[in-house]
């Protein structure tokens, strides 16, 4: 008998809780993983190049005037 009150009983959890189906966007915005950050930075970066090369070209291809001495 007293074998049975020494034993150590252990619970084991035979149903693990349900894990959430999308990741926390708190956790992206920390490591800028975000697909929606992504997405956005990637969207303003084309703009910023759209517009540096609306202003450039016009001035590259500017026909430069003859220097009058």
């Not at 990741?23 to 490591?31: C, F, G, Q, R, S």
């Not at 450039?56 to 001495?69: E, G, I, Q, T």
């Amino acid at each position: 008998m007293n074998e049975i009150k020494e034993q150590v009983v252990e619970y084991i959890e035979l149903v693990e809780p349900p894990q959430p189906l999308i990741e926390n966007p708190a956790h992206w915005l920390k490591d800028g993983e975000s697909p929606a950050e992504i997405i956005l930075a990637t969207a303003v970066l084309i703009g910023a190049l759209t517009r540096f090369l609306q202003v450039l070209l016009p001035w590259l291809r500017k026909p430069s005037k003859p220097k009058s001495d």
